[in-house]
């Protein structure tokens, strides 16, 4: 292989060309012509180049994500302060991962879009995925998060219907504004998402110039066994953007990818992106004096009794080798914990948590955690064993590789008593199919419409009402009946917009003509 012959000149110099190769490693001989009878065909079983070649091309796409299927992302470290504020971090957490000031972690983090598939435009008005995968010297975590610091639901029971409802219709695949707003309406606690949704705020800039959030309520464990409720945030130092509908519809009309470019190209020329982490602490427990559920995630702890503090800041300075080893097949889930960290009661990260690693085996395959985009950086010491494209290394099976159970007497693997997970106080009560008691859907929705820029208020309301003015009557009035709880000017104004936009949209349809060339004009077929 690679005889003299391969030789070709480039821009005048003689570059040497590895010969191309079967996957089996034999030489490929003829890569443009398939193996004929004569010149004319017809073709050849035997064709094994062939044949391989097509088939393997057949199967070059895995599943797409189920959500979350267009995203970017990258590499680089998270480095630790060693404190939360101004205390020791080890107060909180015995997470090696923030001990030990100036430590740094690898990591990759993947930015997505929700609703879209794999290749629809970045500038979709959707919450933004922020999922880090950390390759700890515990093994790995993940934190698994959005932009938007809460989430539509909170009852892991209603993400399939949350999501069928913002997806395109099953029938014709046509996507419709009123299929979400059917569903919101009859879900209030989605009322503070959507607040910030159509605002600009659901359109960020570029994935650089985004926050990102753990959103779910997670534990902090001391080594004292001591746990407290935690909540995460990333803060990017490039500041915020965010674009009004008119802004993404411009650079949609160029281009769908312009943020996985803007990432791409930002480390490419060495601007790596940067966020600081910051954390909220809450005394573990039912907290009757706040007037929201800590566990709800669809409410934001208030800065001023919760206040963010700093722990840490993560830079990517490395992009993907390859775009389907690194990030396609890049796995995350919320059940991916260090030891100094467990689960609250949230129940949308409780039911989320069994979502991530089922869907996974699904899409990626049994054995998605060998790839070495998902594999911690730590010794993988298990009985879990085979299953399809199983690629473990013998070598790794410890000194009696004849032992493949635990507990044994002969040798294995041996748990480790000493790393018991600290016992999570559970409520006294019946096992029940029940609402949380302090819903509270307008509070915060309210706040949060309020705490907007005026140009912010404006573009909501013009997103509200354009996308509200096309659905039916029922659902336009149960939605500003919500929007009047939350606030009262809110409310109006959305009203206000519907009416305006519906006669703007009625004046139009009645001199409406269809975009696009007659085709007594079209030029297809006339080599132009
Ligand atoms: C991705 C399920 C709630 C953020 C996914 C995926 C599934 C899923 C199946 C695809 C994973 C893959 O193919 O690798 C669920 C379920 C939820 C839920 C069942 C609730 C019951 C949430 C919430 C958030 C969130 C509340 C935000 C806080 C993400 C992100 C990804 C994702 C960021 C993309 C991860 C990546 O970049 O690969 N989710 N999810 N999900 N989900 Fe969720």
């Not at 013009?462 to 009557?473: F, Q, R, T, W, Y």
Request: charged share 25%; hydrophobic share 30%.
């Amino acid at each position: 292989m690679g005889k003299g012959k391969n030789n070709e000149k480039q821009n005048g110099q003689e570059v040497k060309r590895e010969t191309l190769t079967t996957r089996q490693g034999h030489p490929v001989v003829d890569n443009q012509n398939i193996r004929t009878i004569g010149d004319r065909g017809p073709a050849t079983l035997e064709n094994y180049h062939y044949i391989e070649k097509i088939s393997h091309f057949d199967r070059e796409e895995i599943p797409e994500r189920v959500v979350h299927a267009r995203g970017s992302g990258a590499f680089g470290y998270f480095e630790t302060y060693g404190k939360a504020g101004d205390e020791p971090v080890e107060n909180y957490t015995r997470a090696k991962v923030f001990s030990g000031a100036g430590k740094r972690t690898p990591v990759l983090a993947r930015f997505s879009t929700v609703a879209g598939a794999k290749d629809s435009p970045e500038t979709a008005r959707d919450p933004r995925g922020f999922a880090v995968k950390m390759y700890t010297e515990d093994g790995n975590w993940d934190l698994v998060g959005n932009n938007l610091k809460i989430f539509f639901v909170r009852d892991a029971m209603k993400f399939p219907d949350m999501i069928h409802a913002f997806k395109a219709d099953p029938v014709s695949n046509v996507p419709h504004p009123q299929r979400m707003f059917d569903f919101v309406s009859r879900s209030p606690e989605s009322i503070h998402m959507i607040t910030f949704l159509f605002s600009p705020w659901g359109i960020p800039a570029t994935y650089r110039h985004m926050q990102g959030s753990g959103v779910n309520t997670y534990k902090w464990v001391n080594d004292k066994g001591e746990a407290v409720l935690v909540k995460y945030h990333w803060e990017p130092k490039q500041g915020i953007r965010n674009l009004t509908q008119e802004d993404a519809n411009a650079i949609q009309a160029k281009n769908v990818g312009h943020a996985t470019q803007d990432l791409h190209e930002a480390i490419e020329r060495g601007d790596y992106p940067e966020w600081e982490m910051f954390v909220q602490i809450m005394e573990d427990g039912y907290h009757p004096e706040l007037d929201f559920d800590p566990l709800d995630d669809t409410k934001l702890w208030p800065e001023d009794k919760f206040p963010w503090l700093p722990v840490g800041r993560m830079v990517l300075d490395r992009n993907p080798e390859d775009f389907h080893t690194d990030i396609e097949q890049a796995a995350f889930g919320t059940g991916v914990l260090v030891d100094g960290m467990d689960f609250s009661d949230d129940k949308m990260l409780q039911g989320r948590t069994f979502s991530y690693s089922d869907t996974q085996r699904y899409r990626v395959g049994t054995n998605y955690l060998q790839l070495p985009v998902n594999a911690p950086k730590t010794a993988v010491r298990t009985n879990q064993q085979r299953g399809q494209m199983d690629h473990r290394d013998p070598r790794e099976s410890g000194e009696n590789p004849h032992i493949n159970y635990e507990p044994s007497m002969l040798g294995g693997f041996k748990e480790n008593g000493a790393e018991r997970p600290p016992h999570r106080p559970t409520y006294n009560a019946a096992a029940m199919s029940a609402p949380i008691d302090r819903p509270n859907n307008y509070g915060q929705a309210g706040e949060t419409f309020r705490s907007f820029e005026e140009w912010e208020r404006e573009e909501l309301i013009k997103n509200l009402s354009d996308a509200l003015a096309v659905c039916d009557p029922s659902i336009q009035d149960a939605m500003v009946e919500h929007f009047t709880k939350a606030d009262e000017n809110y409310g109006r104004l959305v009203k206000e917009g519907i009416g305006q936009k519906m006669k703007e949209l009625k004046e139009m349809s009645a001199e409406q003509t269809i975009p696009g060339r007659e085709s007594g004009q079209s030029k297809f077929g006339q080599g132009t």
